[in-house]
């Protein structure tokens, strides 16, 4: 990815750009004695790895690297100290375990690379959201993060911080302006939906009555797009589906909602073989409920996004109809936000739209995905029973 020099520095005549790109390079090396491969030293910098090399051979040869091995590099100077940036990242918020995920993966990444993060909650409401953009707009940080999941004020947002000339990123909800971060949503919806085609050939022999899709409509048009791929990757796998009525319920993501909205609809449905794909795991197991209270669990085979733990623990369930869910990795986005963040505010070439790597999780393959999950619970079993300090 090539590497530019914006803003004043692009307009200044005596800047010398070759000195601007060996003082990134440089920075690729954060302590002494550390030694890098290429494609290392070209990721860190954020320049190309051709011209990493050339760099680098060019270093060597004046005695400010050595090649300690066939591709490894060695800095002879102390590394660069970098200026200390204050990073604000206002979460989700909640008790979604999603969030929490996010929010102590990118403590965990601000900490390893000496970045001071200010965190505030959004509590899952807008008006709150639009006080802590005002917070850190006051606060001058060098960048904000916006875990933001109302569509309607993501342009109130994005403005605060645009005005006080703060860059910006957005996890999972576009705000104009801010450069995206999250998930190809169209890209997971088609994952799932391929599944559940799959799924219905090898236990439904391919009949399908009705397909229900659990929405989420204020978190706006591109969350959306993974009820739309798994429609089409459903058609792909099942052409047949197409044919089949689908009943869009507004379960607002959350696993009550989702479970009133299924329970009353199951009331008015006689279709034998229901077909759900959810907005996310708590909606998924919100539907999955509905059927088992209703007594036609065996009606429905459900998809979920998101491979949230309370989705992970369902898989485990014995003969859950929960077939799978769509795994996003929030564990994952910490250290990926912090070196979106130092592209940015280092002037390098960051895409529109930085997007989160997806798997598909099901019962059989859970364990490959998360194998600590027991150890994870355990140890919240015991933080919750520890006496708290007085």
Excluded at 11 to 40: N, W
Excluded at 148 to 165: C, F, H, L, P
Excluded at 233 to 260: H, I, M, W
Excluded at 326 to 331: I, L, M, R, S
Aim: charge should be positive.
């Amino acid at each position: 990815m090539p590497t530019t020099v914006t803003g004043p520095q692009s307009r200044d005549r005596y800047l010398v750009k070759s000195i601007v790109h060996c003082s990134q390079l440089m920075t690729a090396f954060r302590s002494p004695g550390e030694a890098l491969p290429l494609k290392d030293v070209a990721a860190r910098s954020g320049l190309p790895k051709t011209m990493a090399f050339r760099l680098l051979y060019t270093l060597e040869r004046c005695g400010m690297v050595d090649k300690v091995g066939e591709n490894l590099y060695q800095s002879c100077v102390r590394p660069w100290k970098q200026r200390l940036y204050r990073l604000g990242y206002a979460a989700q918020g909640g008790d979604y375990e999603f969030s929490k995920d996010v929010s102590s993966g990118l403590q965990r990444a601000a900490a390893a690379e000496g970045i001071e993060l200010i965190m505030l909650d959004n509590r899952y409401s807008a008006k709150i959201a639009q006080r802590n953009a005002d917070l850190l707009v006051r606060e001058r940080v060098d960048l904000a993060i916006e875990f933001q999941t109302d569509e309607n004020v993501a342009a109130i947002v994005s403005s605060k911080y645009r005005e006080a000339g703060i860059p910006m990123i957005a996890i999972d909800i576009p705000h104009p302006g801010a450069t995206y971060y999250g998930a190809n949503n169209y890209e997971a919806g088609m994952i799932g939906g391929r599944y559940l085609g799959r799924w219905v050939k090898e236990h439904w022999q391919s009949q399908v009555d009705e397909i229900i899709m659990l929405e989420l409509p204020r978190a706006g048009s591109l969350p959306r797009m993974r009820l739309s791929g798994m429609l089409v990757g459903l058609n792909t796998a099942l052409p047949q589906a197409g044919r089949c009525k689908v009943t869009y319920l507004d379960g607002d993501g959350e696993l009550g909602r989702s479970f009133e909205a299924v329970r009353k609809h199951l009331r008015s449905t006689r279709a034998r073989h229901q077909v759900v794909g959810a907005i996310n795991d708590s909606s998924a197991i919100g539907a999955l409920r509905a059927f088992e209270e209703a007594g036609r669990a065996d009606e429905c085979v459900i998809m979920g996004q998101n491979a949230s733990p309370e989705g992970r623990a369902e898989l485990r369930r014995p003969k859950t109809r929960l077939v799978g869910t769509v795994a996003y990795f929030p564990e994952r986005y910490g250290e990926d936000l912090i070196r979106v963040s130092l592209d940015i505010l280092n002037q390098r070439q960051v895409a529109p739209a930085v997007f989160v790597e997806h798997k598909l999780v099901t019962p059989l393959t859970v364990d490959h995905y998360y194998p600590n999950d027991s150890l994870r619970d355990m140890a919240r079993t015991e933080n919750a029973l520890r006496p708290k300090a007085s």
